[in-house]
């Protein structure tokens, strides 16, 4: 423990970052699921303190997330009650245990590099242009969506044209003013500045942002920010109108079968997005540590147990605020443990203050952390490695702009299993020739898939000529590749074709050469 405390000089102001960005999501998911309000809260608390104390990764935030909140907002209306989904996400903590103790983990590490960092670019953009609207006033849609279509029909884009027509100029004075304050944080001048490195410009944002509309409110009533334009944070009256915000789970739904339905789904889906989430948090780690994914499922399950049991909505590590971790300097997981326990602080303790800031404020620190998330140079790196990269990179991005996070990824991850296997398909098999003589070589894994491609390259072989089948470097070799060099073997006499026969000490090449001698070519 002495050695995470030992990073506290970096790890503090980067909660107090995490902390301002991971607020208005928390309340904004809640509201798109049709929870509690403070069901999102929980889920915050949760996810930093007990899942920060207990995952293996160093940087991961975990809370609730965006793209449960369709299947949220389903299974409470399915349900009807809030305390029979809080069974399901008991539930689904525990199937996410038993992923753990599987090893399902290991999924994680089958998702391509492009797709990841595809997937960071893509969450960076929908960031951008998610909170545009909101930067500028406009705030019919909840902080935190992330989908294109929206619940309230329109989309991204339609949103940002709304938005033009239903600005708020208060609103967009300080989104521009918080802008320039968090790009005067990052020049080299504040940053060589002692006193800058331990105040967050974050934190500076939303001070000042909070007094101009305290001064407008006096000032010029008229122009100030109210209602839906400022954090909406539920306010307890005492401590004991402060417990109540808990509710619990009614265990007498456990025979209930969308019960389990639900639990199932929340335990997948879930699971999916918290291994994304690491894949990518260990992609921004500087010191490039690696996350054990078992681990983080167990840590997930646990911190999902105990969110439906005091009333909280279902977590996973979430990219935003991880993202806004590792890009606030963040060097251990302390700060996703204070993030969790200042966010448990505030609610208890200032709400009213906490109510004070303007939207626009957090806005502008969601757009600065978007933009650091899909810099130009990261398209510029993946058009240098190449189109079977590239195009991944740029599906996945396009795709999740387009659908939604899980939806993006699938299909990202299936153009980049194309480009595999095109790969693969013609690196496995290579053909070299001189005048008559034929070098056919076989390299690494010669699957099924390259059975068209050896069929021609034989077939083309001209009568006469003499051919070296070399299956020396190759690792695995499909039986149906096998039998196609077995039955040009076979058939090579009739073209007075001479053949030598290289084997690798591949077991399944017992069958190759296997061809009753009187019918081998001479």
């Known amino acids: 423990m002495k050695k995470y405390f030992q990073s506290i000089g970096a790890d503090a102001p980067s909660s107090i970052v995490v902390l301002l960005v991971a607020l208005p999501l928390c309340l904004g998911i809640a509201l798109a699921s049709g929870a509690p309000l403070f069901s999102g809260i929980i889920a915050g608390i949760i996810g930093g303190v007990v899942v920060g104390i207990l995952s293996g990764s160093q940087l991961s935030v975990s809370g609730p997330a965006a793209g449960l909140t369709a299947i949220v907002a389903m299974a409470i209306g399915k349900l009807h009650v809030y305390d029979a989904f809080l069974v399901a996400v008991v539930i689904a903590g525990i199937f996410q245990l038993i992923l753990g103790f599987l090893n399902a983990g290991i999924i994680g590490d089958y998702i391509p590099n492009s797709v990841i960092k595809g997937m960071l670019a893509a969450i960076g953009l929908i960031l951008i242009l998610k909170q545009m609207p909101h930067l500028v006033g406009y705030d019919a849609d909840y902080v935190g969506d992330e989908n294109f279509k929206q619940s309230d029909k329109a989309n991204t884009f339609s949103e940002i044209s709304n938005a033009l027509g239903a600005f708020s100029l208060p609103a967009i004075v300080i989104g521009a003013l918080s802008i320039g304050i968090l790009t005067l944080w990052e ?15 974050p934190l500076v944002v939303v001070i000042i942002g909070a007094l101009i509309n305290q001064y407008l409110i006096v000032a010029s009533p008229e122009n100030a920010l109210i209602g839906k334009e400022l954090v909406k944070l539920p306010v307890a009256e005492n401590i004991n109108q ?13 025979t209930n079968f969308e019960v389990w339905k639900a639990a199932l789904t929340l335990a997948v889906v879930a699971s999916l997005e918290t291994l994304l989430g690491i894949e990518a948090v260990d992609k921004l780690d500087p010191l490039k540590r690696v996350t054990p994914t078992n681990r983080e499922l167990k840590a997930q399950g646990v911190g999902n147990i105990i969110s439906g049991l005091i009333g909280g909505l279902p977590l996973t590590s979430v990219i935003v605020r991880s993202s806004a971790n590792v890009a606030s300097g963040a060097k251990s997981k302390v700060s996703a443990i204070l993030h969790g326990a200042f966010l448990l602080l505030f609610v208890l303790l200032i709400p009213t203050l906490i109510n004070k800031i303007p939207l626009a404020s957090l806005a502008a620190i969601l757009v600065f952390t978007g933009y650091k998330l899909a810099k130009i140079p990261l398209f510029k790196e993946f058009y240098s490695k190449g189109l079977d990269q ?7 991005i396009i795709a999740i702009l387009m659908t939604d996070l899980l939806i993006g990824i699938l299909i990202g991850i299936g153009v980049g299993l194309f480009f595999l296997l095109r790969s693969n398909f013609k690196s496995a098999i290579m053909v070299v020739n001189d005048q008559n003589n034929y070098l056919i070589r076989l390299r690494k894994d010669v699957s099924f ?3 068209p491609i050896i069929k021609k390259k034989l077939e083309s072989v001209p009568e006469n000529a003499f051919v070296i089948i070399d299956a020396t470097r190759a690792d695995f070799i499909d039986k149906d590749i096998i039998e196609e060099i077995n039955n040009f073997m076979l058939h090579a006499h009739l073209k007075n074709i001479r053949i030598e026969m290289k084997k690798s000490h591949y077991k399944a090449l017992h069958l190759l050469f296997n061809t009753p001698r009187e019918l081998q070519p001479a």
């Open 187 to 201: 020049t080299p001048v504040f940053k060589k500045q002692v006193l800058f490195k331990y105040i967050p410009g």
């Open 242 to 254: 402060f417990f109540s915000f808990f509710t619990f789970p009614n265990f007498s739904y456990l």
């Open 390 to 396: 590239f195009i991944p990179f740029v599906t996945t």
């Open 449 to 451: 898939l390259n059975k």
